[in-house]
């Protein structure tokens, strides 16, 4: 594709005309030139750091690493903008098909070979926001109405409990207030913690933070995927159990992945039962012929309530390890399993938020965590049905109007009003209180 550093045409459309679904390299050209929320970006990005204060640092901003994926695979590392306008026309000019966001490092990284060539390791991650990266595909194991990047609302919801999760933890556990999540255009949730004492953990405690959340610890061979020590329940893991899996698993999982319903499935339930003549048991009931459960009784509810009921009778109490069977099999299904060393690292790139997906055309957009039971996939805007939204609405309004007249606009409003102006109004208080310190200090300094 060539490409231009001149303002993108939308794409030749007659009012009415149905674009093409699906992903356009020339779309794109029109979407990054109409419709792309530089402003917010950069503002975000800047973090309180493009105003005029003087506890500002204006060289915040250059500092930050962006990363480009062009057309033919093409990858740019190590960019860097020094204002919104170049971060604005860099990508209207090279038209990426995904942009990526890294750390702030200690130096301009567009100029690390020059600080390389001094022999001191001036060159280092100084900043980067806490981020998680949960993809559904980690979860085939446990899912079957889809595999590999297929997603339905069946199998989404999956997500939406990661959300829950995680959402709740991160807050109250951990005490972050700044926090966006992010639909990663295809399969999976990206999660920015963005509080000042998120961005400037070091790599040892990020790797601690993501310990803390992890649970399943199996791999594709593991017939027990999780395995819960101790006499009771983490309180954290006790709080998602209770008020989020458990409901979930009886509730939705149980159903719409008809877990229990053929021999196949429900063997991998069997598999994580530690005690064999107790799987045994279960394997001979569930080997009957169907006909023996009420016609109105649904097979999956039926042997799960077998499960429990066997699982809990006071017969099996001398038998270690099973007190936790029925957890271990809801957790197995239902908790989220994190990229662990996308967290661990200030220097792991994350797709950036309103990007579009090179396979499906979505756009990254924002999701509401305290209304995330109401995020459809399959409902996000597509780049086609952005400008097809433009082409109708017209093209001599503002861009804001233009924004506004498109599917995304919500999104966008929601971003400002819910994450950008309460994270700006947060950065902007604690440039104001170290500014204060630092004169206080200069004055101390100067009476001593």
């Not at 390791?121 to 100084?126: I, Q």
Request: one cysteine or more.
């Amino acid at each position: 594709m060539e490409i231009d550093g001149n303002e993108p045409d939308m794409p030749a459309q007659r009012h009415g005309d149905i674009m093409p679904d699906g992903f356009n390299p020339n779309y794109l050209k029109a979407y990054y030139g109409k419709i792309f929320p530089y402003s917010d970006i950069f503002k975000w990005m800047s973090y309180g750091h493009d105003g005029k204060h003087p506890g500002c640092d204006p060289t915040y901003f250059g500092r930050r690493e962006f990363s480009f994926t062009l057309d033919n695979d093409i990858y740019l590392r190590f960019l860097s903008y020094t204002s919104a306008y170049e971060l604005e026309s860099s990508i209207k000019e090279k038209c990426p098909f995904k942009i990526d966001i890294g750390p702030v490092y200690s130096v301009n990284p567009a100029k690390r070979h020059a600080y390389a060539q001094t022999g001191d390791n001036v060159f280092t991650p100084v900043e980067r926001e806490l981020i998680f990266d949960v993809d559904i595909t980690d979860y085939d194991d446990v899912r079957f109405c889809c595999s590999g990047a297929d997603i339905c609302l069946d199998c989404w919801p999956l997500m939406t409990v990661a959300i829950k999760v995680l959402d709740t933890a991160l807050r109250d556990d951990f005490g972050f207030n700044h926090i966006l999540w992010v639909y990663s255009g295809r399969r999976g949730v990206h999660c920015w913690v963005c509080d000042g004492k998120a961005r400037r953990l070091s790599n040892e405690q990020r790797a601690a933070i993501a310990e803390y959340f992890r649970v399943y610890k199996g791999n594709e061979n593991s017939n027990k995927k999780v395995s819960l020590v101790g006499p009771v329940l983490h309180p954290f893991l006790a709080r998602s159990y209770t008020d989020v899996l458990r409901d979930f698993f009886e509730g939705k999982v149980l159903l719409s992945q008809n877990i229990l319903s053929t021999e196949e499935k429900y063997e991998k339930i069997l598999d994580m039962i530690s005690d064999e003549s107790v799987a045994a048991e279960l394997r001979g009931k569930w080997q009957e012929k169907r006909k023996s459960y009420g016609s109105k009784d649904d097979i999956n509810v039926v042997r799960w309530e077998q499960l429990k009921s066997l699982l809990r009778s006071g017969k099996l109490k001398h038998i270690q390890g099973l007190h936790r069977c029925i957890e271990e099999i809801i957790f197995s299904f239902t908790y989220p399993r994190l990229d662990m060393e996308v967290s661990k690292h200030m220097n792991h790139l994350l797709k950036a938020p309103f990007c579009v997906h090179p396979k499906t055309g979505r756009v990254c957009v924002p999701i509401d965590p305290n209304k995330c039971e109401e995020f459809d996939p399959t409902a996000v805007p597509t780049l086609s049905q952005l400008l097809q939204e433009l082409n109708m609405s017209g093209s001599r309004a503002d861009m804001d109007d233009e924004l506004d007249r498109t599917s995304l606009g919500r999104a966008v409003r929601y971003f400002r009003s819910s994450f950008l102006q309460p994270l700006l109004r947060s950065c902007k208080d604690e440039i104001e209180r170290a500014y204060n310190s630092r004169l206080q200090q200069s004055k101390n300094n100067l009476s001593w």
